[in-house]
T-cell receptor, first 110, second 112 residues
Framework: GENVEQHPSTLSVQEGDSAVIKCTYSDSASNYFPWYKQELGKRPQLIIDIRSNVGEKKDQRIAVTLNKTAKHFSLHITETQPEDSAVYFCAASPYDKIIFGKGTRLHILP | NAGVTQTPKFQVLKTGQSMTLQCAQDMNHEYMSWYRQDPGMGLRLIHY???????DQGEVPNGYNVSRSTTEDFPLRLLSAAPSQTSVYFCASSYLQAGGYTFGSGTRLTVV
């Protein structure tokens, strides 16, 4: 079945700098790649997603890239702010289910 | 719309007891899933459904049963609770296979 690896598990960046989280997936049938943000004690919330026919997608300070050949996808957050501190999950969707990575805890340092 | 509603929010069970975690959505979503979240393990898929009457196993299905008799409801049953099932359980739903899931607020389950 699908296996999603996510790195790093913890990331600390200075406020205003950029953060990059990387994921790999194993099942070439995966065609949908969402990213979720989870604040402490809250439910995961979708922040951006990308489909397999698209290489890059941007939404304000957030961008995702997808390399289908290498089975890699990444989340880029620019001009980080204190409210970006959270756990971020990547996921891949083969067929009818969504499989998540183990998450990255992002700390924004003042 | 209430979105995805999970009950109860908190539950303590004794080892060997059974219980059902409830999940209901009012968005007419076909796709529904149950995940468990443990520290350092991310969100692991327990069972999922692509419509009423259709369910399938996820990554960690052992010890759990599901059914989907209506589009709205997707209950998760713990047959005989074990301490290893102590976790936070999230139900999620989506209109499309390749569509963002909406998550419920979660159920924090402790098995003693």
């Amino acid at each position: 079945g699908e296996n999603v690896e996510q790195h790093p598990s913890t990331l600390s960046v200075q406020e205003g700098d950029s953060a990059v989280i990387k994921c790999t997936y194993s099942d070439s049938a995966s065609n949908y790649f969402p990213w979720y943000k989870q604040e402490l004690g809250k439910r995961p919330q979708l922040i951006i997603d990308i489909r397999s026919n698209v290489g890059e997608k941007k939404d304000q300070r957030i961008a995702v890239t997808l390399n289908k050949t290498a089975k890699h996808f990444s989340l880029h957050i620019t001009e980080t702010q204190p409210e970006d501190s959270a756990v971020y999950f990547c996921a891949a969707s083969p067929y009818d289910k969504i499989i998540f990575g183990k998450g990255t805890r992002l700390h924004i340092l003042p | 719309n209430a979105g995805v509603t999970q009950t109860p929010k908190f539950q303590v069970l004794k080892t060997g007891q059974s219980m059902t975690l409830q999940c209901a959505q009012d968005m007419n979503h076909e796709y529904m899933s149950w995940y468990r979240q443990d520290p350092g393990m991310g969100l692991r898929l327990i069972h999922y459904s692509v419509g009423a009457g259709i369910t399938d196993q996820g990554e960690v299905p052992n010890g759990y049963n599901v059914s989907r008799s209506t589009t709205e409801d997707f209950p998760l049953r713990l047959l005989s609770a074990a301490p290893s099932q102590t976790s936070v359980y999230f139900c999620a739903s989506s209109y499309l296979q390749a569509g963002g899931y909406t998550f419920g607020s979660g159920t924090r389950l402790t098995v003693v």
